[in-house]
């Protein structure tokens, strides 16, 4: 019996409007690869059917379907298909704001510094997975009240089973922190047109092994990759205003739409065009949500 080709890649990138700080990703993916990036704000993922593959800073990890995912912010990672037939999975992506106001409100948190962090990544919840495709059906059904409940239940739910309260300040950063960060103010400055690591760790009075080091023992990337995924996030905040994708791809240093395409679908998912479309049928009116 000849074998059964899997379904088609298929993946929706969206934002409903009264669900402001959450994106929303619903995909199926097979041969699809996440180059690794970090998000500016939280991933919480249900895997729905076959096998994701995690790249995280610790090691590879793997979730099946009925599995949760949750990634800190800005924490590296990659993404993969765990096997041959690939993954299915409903991803939401809130921001800082939007978890540590949960936090906040049902944790008594207010007052306290730092973020929200969960302590695994890979949980066997299929109440949590259930939940979130839930948040996914009422958004895509345009019933804003239930997604946005459901969105609350469930990070609460999350924070109070996974969640660490934020770290207390530790000690002054070092000098190689320090110069880690302001590399990357440098890089964000100069988005367009960055310098070289020679050129920055001259800028900063240190060398340039050093800085890189530094860099990729802050941020979890050396510089090259963490500027590739600053350009994304710039050019995902232009494409939100209806920016065409070729005039945001040099707007942030890309050489044209081609290189913007690539890097931002490794990233996010789904091409720009597709991801800009998103953004204007449901920025425009909040109507025609369903797929």
Known sequence: MARREPAPEQ???????????????????V?????????????????????????????????????????????????????????????LYPSIDVVAAVAAE????????????FTDTVLDDPDCARLIADIHAAAERDNALAADTLLRLAVARLLRRYGADPAAPGALPS??????????????????????L????????????????????AYGLPPHAWL????????????????????????????????LNRHFTRIVGVPPGAYRRERARTYKTGEDLAP
């Open 198 to 217: 020679d050129q920055l760790a001259a800028e900063l009075g240190t060398k340039p092994f050093a800085l890189l080091r530094a860099f990729k023992g």
């Open 31 to 91: 041969s699809h690869t996440f180059s690794r990036h970090s998000h500016d704000g939280y991933v919480i993922a249900a895997v729905t059917k076959g096998v994701e593959g995690i790249g995280m800073p610790g090691g590879d990890l793997r979730a099946g379907a009925g599995g949760v995912v949750l990634i800190n912010p800005e924490t590296p990672h990659s993404a993969y298909a765990g096997t041959a037939d690939g993954w299915s999975y409903r991803v």
């Open 228 to 259: 590739t995924g600053e350009r994304v996030r710039a050019a995902r905040r232009m494409l939100d205003t209806g920016t065409p994708p070729a005039e945001a791809a040099l707007a942030v240093g890309f050489t044209d739409q081609p290189h």
């Open 106 to 117: 049902t944790a008594g948190r207010n007052g306290t510094h730092g973020t929200p962090a």
């Open 11 to 29: 993946a929706r990138h969206w934002q409903h409007p009264q669900l402001p700080g959450v994106d929303l990703l619903r995909a199926r993916y």
């Open 175 to 196: 000098a190689g922190a320090l110069a880690a960060g302001r590399a990357r103010e440098l890089l964000v400055e100069r988005i367009a047109c960055p310098p070289t």
